[in-house]
């Protein structure tokens, strides 16, 4: 059996973790729905938080639909759908 990867903490502590990349998306998207609460209310700061906004949580969900494809060939055709349904609103 995989032994958990070994990191360490903000302090520098090693501690045992299991590698989450789902679980360390989910913090990523927190963390930017954080910063971008913090951003001035001006037209370049909400310009800026929107963009922020979508690039910075869109990793979870695609890696969700990533990982809930069968084969490759089902991540393509997945993916392929989507774009088809987009392009047509």
Do not use: W
Not at 71 to 87: G, L, V
Request: positive net charge; glycine residues 6%.
């Amino acid at each position: 059996m995989k032994e958990p990867a070994r990191t360490s903490d903000a302090r520098g502590q090693s501690k045992n973790r299991k590698y989450d990349l789902a679980e360390r998306l989910l913090d990523f998207a927190v963390r930017i729905i954080n910063v971008v609460e913090a951003l001035p209310n001006t037209l370049a700061g909400n310009h800026i938080a929107g963009q922020l906004l979508r690039c910075g949580t869109s990793p979870a969900p695609n890696y969700g639909e990533a990982q809930s494809a069968e084969s490759r060939k089902d991540f393509i055709h997945i993916r392929t759908a989507e774009q088809n349904k987009r392009t047509q609103k």
